[in-house]
């Protein structure tokens, strides 16, 4: 059974860099065909795609966030990781990490979740 | 950019068919996927493929697309699937979510 966990800070300050990581178990990260991604859900509101990336380094983000997200794999630690810099209170979310699937040309979904980790950006 | 529009809420009574729909631009040339979110906890896959349902999801749990409108159909709705509901599609590469509908069994 695949397994996904997110760690790192559960703080930051506004204008530094949000970083997270998320180690994958039961399977291996450079699976061909899966993707990597990160959603986020601020309390209270609905979840907000951030980005995906692929084992072989291919990268796809929400243009909204697209100028402060830089996402990476690591095949050796079977781990992907997302950075967010120059954060504000609005970035306050639980940030998710998933396993993505593409479905033929018009499809996509993510099968598998992480349990969440809460990120709140105060001083 | 592309937008999933779903109603905020549906309220259904046990037993009833939950009926939650997905609105955007010709969604019916693209895959629909839906995902069941409960308090505290992570999303989970529920339909994907506009049709098809993940291993030990219930068959009370259908879907379709066509047109503009992806559903998501639970018939027989227990209080269990009381939760929140997000559909998802992919255009341009980029994922995009609705913005979730509670559903209330009562």
């Known amino acids: 059974q695949l397994q996904l966990q997110e760690s790192g800070p559960g703080l930051v300050k506004p204008s530094e860099t949000l970083s997270l990581t998320c180690t994958v178990s039961g399977g291996s990260i450079g699976s061909s065909g899966y993707y990597w991604g990160w959603i986020r859900q601020p309390p209270g509101m609905g979840l907000e795609w951030i980005g995906n990336i692929y084992y072989g380094g291919g990268t796809h983000y929400n243009p909204s966030l697209k100028s402060r997200v830089t996402t990476s794999v690591d095949t050796s630690k079977n781990q992907f990781s997302l950075k967010l810099s120059s954060v504000t209170a609005s970035d306050t979310a639980v940030y998710y990490c998933a396993r993505g699937l593409v479905a033929g040309n018009t499809g996509y979904y993510f099968d598998y979740w992480g349990q969440g980790t809460l990120v709140t950006v105060s001083s | 950019s592309y937008e999933l529009t779903q109603p905020p809420s549906v309220s259904v009574s046990p037993g009833q068919t939950a009926s939650i729909t997905c609105s955007g631009d010709?969604?019916?040339?693209?895959?629909a996927c839906w995902y069941q979110q409960k308090p505290g906890q992570s999303p989970v896959l529920v339909i994907h493929?506009?049709?098809k349902r993940p291993s030990g999801i219930p068959e009370r749990f259908s879907g379709s697309n066509s047109g503009n409108t992806a559903t998501l159909t639970i018939s027989g709705t227990q209080a269990m699937d009381e939760a929140d509901y997000y559909c998802?599609?992919?255009?341009?590469?980029?994922?995009?979510f609705g913005g979730g509908t509670k559903l209330t069994v009562l």
């Open positions: 998802q599609a992919w255009d341009s590469s980029t994922v995009v």
């Open positions: 493929q506009d049709t």
């Open positions: 010709k969604l019916g040339n693209k895959y």
